[in-house]
Nanobody
């Protein structure tokens, strides 16, 4: 059984910063891609950032230059540093990790979600 536990959300004023963390625990071989998504009320879940096992990152234009994703493979943890936050960044943020659970099978796991609220 693999679990992802997120932390770091909260309330911040516009222009402020937050850092999210997501740690995987359980039995598995390794973790390939990691990412962060967000979902605001009434909206679909959208991509925020991804990082490959080799460290290649990807961001949509809406967060490029403000958000930074990183990973610590020794700790099975992915981070999201969010700077210059805007009210429109308010949402529940979910981490996603693609976990190799057997020699031939990988599964996408999701964290429980953490609320980020940016006040104007």
């Amino acid at each position: 059984q693999v679990q992802l536990v997120e932390s770091g959300g909260g309330l911040v004023q516009a222009g402020g910063s937050l850092r999210l963390s997501c740690a995987a625990s359980g039995r598995f071989f390794n973790i390939s891609a990691m990412g962060w998504y967000r979902q605001a009320p009434g909206n679909q879940r959208e991509l925020v950032a991804t990082i490959t096992s080799g460290g290649v990152t990807n961001y949509p234009d809406s967060v490029k230059g403000r958000f930074s994703i990183s990973r610590d493979n020794a700790k099975n943890t992915v981070y999201l540093q969010m700077n210059s936050l805007k009210p429109e960044d308010s949402a529940v943020y979910f981490c996603n990790q693609r976990v190799q659970v057997t020699a031939y099978n990988s599964i996408n796991y999701w964290g429980q979600g953490t609320q980020v609220t940016v006040s104007s």
